[in-house]
C-alpha cells in the first residue's frame, strides 16, 4: 500500500495579506506588512503549524495602480526577499524560505550568490520562486523604456536559470579540505569553471560561494501561461498557481504533471500549490460574516475598478445596491466574466458586495470551519486538484493563529498533515530529492 | 572644554583575518570564514566589545590570484554581505553591520532597496561601503569582456550615489498614516517620484520601502586615489584607509579633513579609519613570536610572489635563508619598495621572513602587550592619525577574543573608548547627524 499523500502548506506572506481591506480589520496590525516584530511573531507561528514555506511575493516598483487605490495599499512599502528571509533564518530553525527574484532585471551571478547564501544560512530552507517582471512602472525603475515582450521574457528566464544552476555547481561538495597541514584551502580540481556563452548572458564562474546545502534551493514558479507551464514542467519543483475551483485546479494539475513526465521527470517531484484565501469561523455563519465585514472595508473605487476588469464593462453607472443588471458579451475574458456573474446569482449579491468581493480577493477561497476547510482541502488532495495550498490569510495576526490552532490540528487529525517535520530542509518537507552536481556526478 | 575625542573601532570581517595564514593558525577555526555559527558567536563578542560596526569587504568573483595561492586561500567560499548582515541583524542589537556593494555591476534600484530593507530590519544600524569594481574576473562573472577605466567607474559611482540616495527620500517620514477609519495607507503628497535621467542611469522611483530609520545608511568609502579621496570628501562619513604608518595616516587625514571643508561640510562628519591588524600578547615578545609563528604558515610562492611585487623585482632567485640584498630601482612603486626594505632591516629579517611578512598581511599593524597597543592607538588619535580604527584578527577566535577582553578595556580605562552603547543606530555609535529628506526638508 502506498504511504497517504500528506498536504503540503505554503504561506502566502507578502503582503501578510492578499486582501486589500486587511490592514483595516478590527484587531488586526495595520502596519504588519511592515514591522520587522510582527512578521517574525507571524513565522514562528507558522512553524509551530509545521508549514512547509513563508513564501514572499515581490513587486520592483510600488504598484502601478490609480492613486486612489494605491493611497488605500498596505503594499506600498515593504521589505526586500533576501534581507528579511535572512533574518528569518536566524529566528526559526525549520519553515523553508521561499524568496521571489526576477530574472528580468537582475544578473545570474547574483541571484546565484544571494541564494547559495541563504542556503547556507538557514541550513538548506531556501527556495527561489522564478519570475518574468512585466510591470511597465517596474522596467522604468531599471532604465528600460518599453516592456520586454512575454517570448523574450521567458527565454531569457530559461538562460538565466540554466546559469544559475550552473553557477550552484561550482564546486563538489568535497571541495573544501581545509588540511591545516598542508595548507590546501580546497581541490581545485573538484571545481568547475562554468564559461557560459548564450544569448543573453555571458558569465564565466566559478560562483564564489560552496554549493548550496541542498545541491540547488527549491526551484518555484507560478507562471500560467503555456510558456510557463512549460518552464514550470522542464524546471519547476512547486508552482503556485492561481485556479479559482477545484475542476480548474484538476484541469491544471492534469495537464502540469502530464508535461512534467513527458519532460523525462517524476511526476512526485513537481508539487501544484493553487493560492488559498482562508477564512475560519466557529459556524459557516461566522465565517461568512467575517467575510463580508472584511469585503465591507474595501474601498468603492477599487472595488468598481476590479468589477469592471471581470466584467470588461465600466460598471461604475451600475446601481450599487441593486442586482447585476445583465451584462453584454464583450472581448474581454471569459471565464472573469462569467465567474463573477455565477458568484452575484450564487450568493445573491448586490453590485457593491460583488464589486468588493473582487476588489478584496477574487482568487480562490476556503470560509467556513475547521472540518468543512479540512473537507474541502482533502477533497482537492484526494481527488488531484493539488498537491497542498499556498495559504492566504484574511488579516493578521488572528487570521493566521486561527488558521494554525484549528485548521492545522483537523488535518493533522485526519493524518493529511504532518505533526511534526521530518527532515531539515526544505527538499526534505516536499519530498524532493537533491539535485546531482551535473560537473561532479560522483559527489 | 571640548568632549574628550574618542576612537571608532570597526572590526574587518570579511574575511574573518586579513592574514592568509589565519585558518592554519594552532587552535584557529580552519572553517571560520564560512561557518555561520562561529560568525555569530564573533559578532557577539564584538557586541560585548562595545565595537562601532562589523564590517564586510566583498569580491564579485573567485579572487584572480594564482591557482598556488588561489588553493591555500580561506576567501574561496564567503557569505554573501546582504544576507549576511541580515541574518546578523536578528542576532545582535546595537552593533553596526557596513556592508559592500559595488556600484560597477548592479543596479541602484536593488542596492537602494537592499540597504533600506536592511536598516529597518535592524533598527538603523546599516553602512554602505561604496566601491568601483576593477577586478577582470569579475568584469567576466558580469558579461562584460573588458574592464572599465577608472575616471568612468568613478564617474559612474558618483552618479550612483545620487540616485540611491535620492530614492532613499522618496517618502517623508510622516508618509505612512495608516489611517484604518478612513482607509487611506499613506499620504501621496508626501511621496516623490525621482524621475532620475543621468549619463549612466534612467531610473523614475518611487523605492517601495519607507524612509531608512537612519535617514540614509551611513556611507563609507575606500578609496585611496585622488578621484575616491575627491569622492570620499563630498559625500564618505566613514572612510577606510590603507596607510602603513601614522606619518602617511597624519597627512591623509589633513587632506582628506580640508576636502571636506572645502566641499562645505563639517570635518567631524567623516571618520577616517586606518585598516590595523591587531597581534596581542602578555608581553612584547610573546606577540612578537606569535606574529613570526602566523608569518611562518604563509606559503612560499605567495609569499615570494608578494615581496616581488613589492620591491618590482623577481625575489624568486635570492636566498631566502639570507639578508635582503642590494635592489635595484625600477619603475615600480617607490614607496612599496622603501617600506619592504626598511622593514628587512629594522627588524634584521631574512629574505623568507620579510616575504612571508608581507605574503601574510604587508599593511599597518599593532603588535605588542594590551598597553602598548592602547598607547599606539591614542597616539593616532591625539595626534589626528586618524579618528579610530578598522581593526583585522590575525587569526580567530583567539585573537579576536584577546582584543575585546584584553584591549578594550585598556582603551575604556584611558577614556579613549566607550564602555557601553549611548544610542541605538550606526549614526550615533559615529556621532554624525541623520541627512535631511532633500524632497521633504520639515519632516
Known sequence: MPAQRRLHLGAFMRPVSIHTGAWRYPGAFPDANFNIAHLRRFIRKLEEGKFDAFFMADHLAVL???????????????????????????????????????TTFDAPFHIARRFASLDHISGGRAGWNIVTTSNPDAALNFGHDEQTEHAARYRR?????????????????????????????????????????????????????????????????????????????????????????????????????????KAGRSRDHLKILPGALVVVGDSLDEARETRARLDGLVHE?????????????????????????????????????????????????????????????????????????????????VTEGSDGFNVMFPFVPEGLDAFVDKVVPELQRRGI???????????????????PNRFFPDA
Chains 1, 2 share one sequence.
Open 64 to 102: 502601478n495602480m490609480p492613486i486612489e487605490a494605491l493611497k488605500r495599499s498596505h503594499t506600498v512599502t515593504s521589505f526586500e526577499p533576501f534581507t528579511l528571509l535572512s533574518a528569518f533564518a536566524g529566528a526559526t530553525e525549520r519553515i523553508g524560505l521561499v524568496g521571489t527574484a526576477s
Open 157 to 261: 528566464a530559461r538562460e538565466f536559470y540554466e546559469v544559475v544552476t550552473g553557477l550552484w555547481d561550482s564546486f563538489a561538495d568535497d571541495a573544501f579540505v581545509r588540511d591545516t597541514a598542508s595548507g590546501f584551502y580546497f581541490d581545485p580540481e573538484r571545481m568547475h569553471v562554468l564559461d557560459h556563452k548564450g544569448e543573453h548572458f555571458s558569465v564565466r564562474g566559478p560562483l564564489n560561494i560552496a554549493r548550496p546545502v541542498q545541491g540547488w534551493p527549491v526551484i518555484v514558479q507560478a507562471g500560467a501561461s503555456d510558456d510557463g507551464r512549460q518552464l514550470a514542467a522542464e524546471t519547476a519543483e512547486v508552482v503556485f498557481t492561481a485556479v479559482n475551483s477545484i475542476e480548474a485546479g484538476r484541469a491544471f494539475y492534469t495537464d502540469v504533471k502530464a508535461r512534467v513526465e
Open 301 to 381: 473605487a477599487s472595488a468598481i475598478a476590479a468589477l469592471s476588469i471581470a466584467l470588461g464593462v465600466d460598471a461604475s453607472s451600475f446601481d450599487p445596491d441593486g442586482p447585476l443588471p445583465e451584462v453584454p458579451h464583450t472581448n474581454a475574458s471569459k471565464s472573469g466574466r462569467e465567474r463573477a456573474i455565477a458568484l452575484a446569482r450564487a450568493e445573491n449579491l448586490t453590485v457593491r458586495q460583488l464589486a468588493q468581493r473582487l476588489g478584496g480577493y477574487g482568487g480562490l477561497s476556503f470560509v467556513g470551519t475547521p472540518q468543512t476547510i479540512a473537507d474541502a482541502m482533502e477533497e482537492w488532495l
Open 417 to 435: 498533515f504532518r505533526r511534526d517535520y521530518e527532515g531539515t530542509t526544505l527538499r526534505e518537507h516536499l519530498g524532493l530529492p537533491r539535485p
